[in-house]
């Protein structure tokens, strides 16, 4: 019935089969995830009504192993099922956010098995990822990564978990949306201090030239910015005391103030 539907993806436990049905190639390489495949198998298990002796094609398809009880209630019940297995890991959570000038992707398991490692990858089209981390197999729990250098815009991190037999399985895909504001450029030391250069910190990507002016508006130091940076140093030694503006330019404009004393 949905055999090849890749774009299929529904729980089916609903479904009341009678006792002559077929399902030799109903599911096999259909689009259900892990949680909507175990929510299947959950949904017959329980039927008291469902019949016994059938041959379940569910090729490639895999579910959590909380779900494991469920398939072996219908074998139990005389069927043979075709399937691509428990699911290495159980993934109770996947997300990014932004936070200050990063994005801090995180996910969390309940349960791993035969598993090796996470990659994280980045993108800025959706399309096209290249490889930003790697987290090694824990067990369970949680994992954190960051992405230091994030661009202005849409930013896509994918997550994709590899079998100790070099299987993977696709994760997920989150977008977060990078609008960073003037708070997240920092200045230290601020008061500037005569016997050290202050840096200016900033996410990568937005700004191409940094100016220093006076209280007047008059430019003192001009330096130019490029994609990959993220801070840069101003002398500050030579200046007197006073009242200075940092003024960042680019895709976003930042006005910070900086005082010598």
Known sequence: MFYG???????????????????????????????NYGLTLKGWAQNPNIPTGRALGANNLKYNADAQQ?????????????????????LVSFTAKVQENTVKITWQTASEANNSHFIVEKSTDGIHFRNLAKADAKGAGTYEVYDRQP?????????????????????????????????AVKIYPNPAISSQSTSVNFPAGIYNKAELTN??????????????????????????AGMYFIRLSGQENAVKKLVKQ
Request: with cysteine; charged share 15%; hydrophobic share 35%.
């Open 215 to 240: 209280i007047t508006g008059k430019t003192i130091h001009t330096i130019l910015i490029n994609a990959q940076q993220q801070s840069i140093g101003i002398e500050t030694a030579a200046l007197p």
């Open 5 to 35: 539907a890749t774009s299929f993806n529904q729980n089916l436990g609903t479904w009341q089969l009678n006792a002559n049905v077929d399902l030799k190639s109903m599911i096999g390489f259909a689009g259900l995830s892990a949680e």
């Open 70 to 90: 469920y398939r072996d209630i219908l074998t139990n019940k005389g069927w043979t099922i075709t399937d691509g297995g428990v699911l290495p890991v159980t």
């Open 151 to 183: 661009v202005y815009g849409v930013n896509y991190y994918r997550l994709t978990q590899l079998d100790n037999d070099g299987a993977s399985t696709d994760c997920g895909v989150r977008p977060v949306n990078f609008s960073v504001q003037s708070t």
